[in-house]
């Protein structure tokens, strides 16, 4: 990931393997090169999957909704958030388009698909209409040049509880030869498809809770030894997160932007 950072935010230090510390930039200077690049690698385009990981409260729903709308602002991109809570406040506030059924309506090129539970929480009937509504939108998207970015918060819930393994594997194998590009947020590595880690283009991680998710976490990131010597080092209380670029290696540790005023009031 190509970027102006300053002399004097280079990192001089080295992780004990030797390895360079990574640069701490400013996101102002890394998010449009980011957005830039997100899709094109070796200036081509093509899918790239994006995989955020981070616990509740980190940050990582917001920096993902940031990155869509960006997404969204620079290219036109169609985008297909998957909701599946009861109730999110983060999305409503970006006020795209909250639909049903598929396909959106014309002209309709982010939306957010809202698949809800009926009935109580954890309700087997429930659970299963719930998956019979993803798995329409699954099904529907799984088309020739079907050219959509589909971002799932928390994976976890359709791997485990609505027992999506199967198709979500296949999303991220296979994807990419449709044009669809996956984004999705975890709180940990486990209890996802081990795709999610090894077909993303991009990885952005938030400060690991304790040494056990440092270590998970060090481990999807490609070096073990190197990554949590850097990771703890993360600041929680700035919201700072490491993204790395698969294709070269490149790291970077930067800090979600603030949100804007009219966001900040909503809060």
Known sequence: MTTSVTPRTRASRRT?????????????ALGPDFIRQWGRPRGKRMPEHLSIYGQTGSGKSYFEQWVLRERARARGSHIVILA???????????QWPIIED????????????WAKQ??????????RQQR???MRLLDELWVPDSNWILACDELAYLVEDLRLRTIVTRYYREGRALGLTMVATTQRPAGVVRQMHSEAGWKVVFAPEDEEDTDRMAQVLGNRRHYREVLPTLDRSKYEFLIVRKLT???YIS???APPPAARKQK
């Not at 396909?103 to 090129?109: D, L, M, N, R, W």
């Not at 009926?118 to 659970?127: A, E, M």
Request: charged share 20%.
């Open 118 to 127: 009926p009935g109580r929480p954890g309700d087997p009937n429930g659970l």
């Open 16 to 28: 004990p393997l030797g390895l360079p510390w990574p640069d701490r930039a400013p996101w102002e």
């Open 102 to 113: 598929w396909p959106p309506g014309y002209g309709k090129k982010q939306v957010i698909y």
């Open 132 to 134: 019979a509504s993803v």
């Open 249 to 251: 290696g490149e790291a």
């Open 84 to 94: 599946t809570k009861p109730a999110d406040k983060t999305l409503t506030d970006m």
């Open 255 to 257: 800090s979600i932007p």
